[in-house]
């Protein structure tokens, strides 16, 4: 997939849940979800150890997809849940996997309960410990994935939604016109969402603290990124890239190029952003370029703080030196035809994660780990789908999304460890 592609993939096939949808069945929340609160009257507490899991998307909300801690050497499938739609990237603290996805799983069989839904599992077998539906317009998926933040999950649909990490309890909802695909980000006691138009912080009892507009000539569709004390937004048509005071919601910089810009990643002091045809380093306390390199990234940019690391539409994984942008090395992964790589890498101990999609063949796909210092191949995995999304790892394990493309097909989390 080329970037920025992941919405348009999942609106093709019919899963990403649009606002307008009307005198559609609803699910037992109701059409608006009018029996979750607007506000929460206290907090939540953070789980134990969240910061050591992978709470957020990219990990943490610099989106740096490290998880340094985590080695695998020789993978084999531990457990598998699959539901009868969809489902996206999850994310794991403690001895929790949240998983939003659309649909029943195995285990609950058909209930006619086929709208969007947060699911919290066993990390160690996969048993369901609660399952939250979402308020929906109809059985639509937006394809947002979730995030723990101080304890709640926060996930998007027809607006944002907070709920307890713990038990899976509604504390609030703010609705939207717009659908909230892509994940939010939690910082500074802030929870910072995007509808492409609005990027929206709200306070952890979901009280509004600003809104951000983009504008007519602007639009957003990708997550949100906080680091170096700002909120980074970028937008496209006017290519931009917007720091954010988490606090009041001011502008501090804004950088521009003639690019469509994809998520920041920040790291030792630099925000690292891919383009269609660039990868660009930024001065995060400043806005100010550093370099550029010239790459057609087909991803996000996970990064091990020497090197920076991003899939292409070529089908290459490569590697560039974070000081000045130059080629580590190159590895082509995805060679055969409708073969791509577009997911995301994750970086572990000693490797960087990958895995290939076919969606145009009814084949699987497969995971690949290279070593992250030279590229060579350290082991691989079958994937039981065509379609992949982007793997996380924690606590010794490698949690990978797959699918099928045709109708037949639900979304299956693989999760492998040695």
């Known amino acids: 997939m080329a970037l920025h592609s992941r919405r348009e993939f999942l609106t093709a096939t019919g899963t990403v849940g649009v606002a307008s949808l009307a005198g559609c069945a609803t699910n037992r929340f109701g059409l608006l979800g009018e029996d979750w609160p607007k506000t929460a009257d206290g907090t939540t507490e953070p789980l134990p150890d969240e910061p050591a899991g992978w709470p957020q998307y990219g990990r943490n909300p610099r989106h740096t997809g490290f998880a340094r801690a985590t080695r695998l050497d020789d993978p084999s499938e531990e457990w598998t849940f699959t539901l009868t739609g969809g489902m996206v990237p999850p994310v794991v603290v403690g001895n929790r996997v949240i998983v939003h996805g659309r649909g029943t799983s195995k285990s609950e069989g058909s209930d006619g309960s086929a709208g969007s839904a947060v699911f919290s599992l066993r990390t160690d077998d996969g048993s369901q410990e609660w399952r939250r539906d979402l308020p929906s317009r109809g059985w639509g998926f937006s394809g947002c994935p979730p995030i723990v933040y101080r304890g709640s999950v926060y996930v998007g649909g027809n ?128 806005g100010d370029g550093r ?29 560039y030196a974070t000081r000045d942008g130059t080629e580590q090395w190159r590895r082509n992964l995805a060679a055969g035809e409708s073969v791509n790589l577009g997911t995301r890498p994750l970086v572990t101990e000693r490797s960087v994660i990958v895995t290939t999609e076919k969606s ?22 079958d994937q039981p789908g065509n379609i992949s999304f982007d793997a996380i790892a924690a606590d010794g394990r490698l949690y990978v999304p797959v699918s099928w493309s045709s109708d037949a097909g639900g979304g299956t989390l693989v999760v492998l460890s040695d």
């Open 291 to 319: 370099w550029t390199t010239e790459v057609t990234a087909a991803s996000g940019v996970a990064t091990d703080s020497s090197r920076l690391f991003v899939t292409t539409a070529a089908g290459d994984l490569v590697a």
């Open 159 to 286: 607006g944002i939604y907070a709920l307890s990490a713990r038990d899976g309890r509604p504390r609030w909802r703010h609705e939207t016109n717009d659908s909230v695909n892509d994940a939010a980000v939690g910082y500074q006691n802030t929870v910072v969402a995007s509808t492409g138009d609005d990027l929206l912080a709200f306070d952890e009892r979901g009280h509004t603290r600003w809104a951000y507009h983009t504008g007519a000539d602007r639009a957003s569709r990708s997550p949100p990124t906080a680091g170096g004390g700002y909120v980074l937004y970028t937008t496209g048509i006017i290519e931009t890239v917007v720091a954010i005071d988490p606090r009041v919601g001011n502008t501090e910089w804004v950088y521009q190029a003639d690019s469509s810009f994809g998520t920041p990643t920040v790291a030792d002091g630099s925000a690292y952003i891919p383009s269609l045809d660039r990868l660009h380093a930024v001065d995060v306390a400043t």
């Open 360 to 381: 145009q063949l009814d084949e699987r796909v497969t995971t690949y780990a290279v070593d992250r210092r030279t590229g060579e191949t350290r082991w691989t995995v």
